[in-house]
């Protein structure tokens, strides 16, 4: 069975930086075919995908974020994080992180993330 | 970016009607198209992949068909719990991109 949850701080002031963490169970994230990526939804908005981190450790991230987010992985822990930085109140939103490349097969349930001061 | 676009933004439906939902996509990727189911406070589950693979688990009552550029999900025969938000996500062109999503609301 394969489940993923994110975890992290909810509530972020403006200029700060987003760390969240993917813990996940029932698969490896080794060799480059497995991945984790992580999508976001506004509030009231369209799922935006923000990237992915394969398990060979390449990594693609979206033009729109490429500049602010970082993903790293300890398979050790099967853990991924990300991190984002400067945010602001545009990255409000539930953030979520699934297991897959193009497809994502499984899903985390989310964290809601707010920016405020 | 490619861009989904999503129609109708919500569908009033009973249980027991066939609903159909459309996805167009603003340039050619192939068969590179997923359906997701969304619920407020779960995770989203994945229905359909490469446009019409059922995914393990997804009720059959699920199909996904791909003509072009135009991408669609029926339901056969709606269920109490099919009452949710559903998304198209293309994965043939970076950046991956997604619908604005589909309600379906009890009528």
């Known amino acids: 069975q394969i489940t993923l949850k994110e975890s992290g701080l909810t509530l972020v002031k403006p200029t700060q930086t987003l760390t969240l963490t993917c813990t996940f169970s029932?698969?490896?994230?080794?060799?480059?075919?497995?991945?984790v990526g992580w999508i976001r939804q506004p509030p009231g908005k369209a799922l935006e995908w923000l990237g992915v981190i394969y398990g060979d450790n390449d990594k693609r991230y979206n033009a729109s974020v490429k500049t602010r987010v970082t993903f790293t992985k300890d398979t050790s822990k099967d853990q991924v994080v990300l991190r984002m930085t400067n945010m602001g109140p545009a990255d409000t939103g539930t953030y979520f992180c699934?297991?897959?490349?193009?497809?994502?097969?499984?899903w985390g349930q989310g964290i809601l993330v707010t920016v405020s001061s | 970016d490619v861009q989904m676009t999503q129609s109708p933004s919500t569908v009033s439906a009973s249980v027991g009607d066939r609903v159909t939902i459309t996805c167009r996509a603003s340039q050619g990727i192939s068969s590179w198209l997923a359906w997701y189911q969304l619920k407020p406070g779960k995770a989203p589950k994945l229905l359909m992949y490469q446009a019409s693979i059922l995914h393990n688990g997804a009720p059959s009552r699920f199909s996904g068909r791909a003509s072009g550029t135009e991408f669609t999900l029926t339901i056969s025969s709606l269920e109490p719990d099919d009452y949710a938000t559903y998304s198209c996500q293309q994965y043939g062109a970076l950046p991956w991109t997604f619908g604005q999503g589909t309600r379906v609301e009890l009528k």
């Open positions: 699934a297991q897959g490349t193009g497809t994502y097969y499984y």
């Open positions: 029932g698969f490896s994230l080794t060799g480059s075919t497995v991945g």
